[in-house]
């Protein structure tokens, strides 16, 4: 089965630009979640999407936003980037049952803000 | 507000011996813990998981115990071996059986397996 894709896997970008990242989910699962990791922060999470609806969000401004198709990909959006936005965004997925927490991840997208 | 700590961001253990790696929360609504391995250019990688009912959980060389009271769960890891260098991270949900609730992630151990 294949695993969690998500691309572009690097982007470069300027501020005040916006940026569409993309993640196609393992087949069969329905959930998928998003997560930004920098630097001595860990892994922060930034909404969840279950069956095209945003089931959970975290505390991000609503330049962050996403939406997620029939098919279960999900497309994030980053709208009027900053300096600070530069990351590795993840993707998991999961079959977003009940008590369904493992999460499987993607590789990642490295977005670079210059 | 950190609600899941791993102190120790590095640690270095000799080949063949014992790994421990320490996580702690304050949450007290978490009720399912997950450990996660990264290597460089990947995503985390599922490893081993607890629920808040057990103590202890068991996978080939993979334990983790959980002490509610504490509020504290760490990783063993034995025997190390140099495949194990890697940045660990240590993940909490209070998943209250809804479905696939947020994982609150810890900021990650690096281990280092010295041959």
């Known amino acids: 089965k294949a695993g969690v894709t998500q691309t572009p896997r690097y982007l470069i970008k300027t501020r005040g630009q916006q940026v569409t990242l993309s993640c196609s989910p393992i087949?069969?699962?329905?959930?998928v979640s998003w997560y930004q990791q920098t630097p001595g922060q860990g892994l922060q999470f930034l909404f969840e999407y279950f069956s095209e609806t945003q089931r959970n969000k975290g505390n991000f401004p609503g330049r962050f936003s996403g939406r997620q198709f029939s098919n279960s990909r999900s497309e994030m959006n980053v709208s009027t980037l900053e300096l600070g936005d530069s990351a590795l965004y993840l993707c998991?997925?999961?079959?977003?049952?009940?008590?369904?927490?493992?999460?499987?991840f993607g590789p990642g997208t490295r977005l670079t803000v210059t | 507000d950190q609600q899941v700590k791993q102190n120790s961001p590095s640690l270095s253990v000799q080949e063949g011996r014992i790994s421990i790696l320490n996580c702690d929360y304050t949450n007290s609504m978490f009720d399912y813990f997950l450990w996660y391995k990264k290597y460089p250019a990947e995503g985390p990688t599922f490893l081993i998981s607890i629920s808040s009912i057990k103590d202890k959980n068991e996978d080939g060389r993979f334990t983790v115990f959980l002490n509610k009271s504490a509020k504290h769960l760490s990783l063993h890891i034995v025997p190390s071996q140099p495949g194990d260098s890697a940045v660990y991270f240590c993940a909490a949900s209070s998943g209250l059986g809804f479905g696939n609730e947020k994982l609150t992630f810890g900021t990650g151990t690096r281990l280092t397996i010295i041959p």
């Open positions: 087949s069969g699962h329905r959930s």
């Open positions: 998991a997925s999961s079959s977003g049952g009940s008590h369904s927490y493992e999460q499987y």
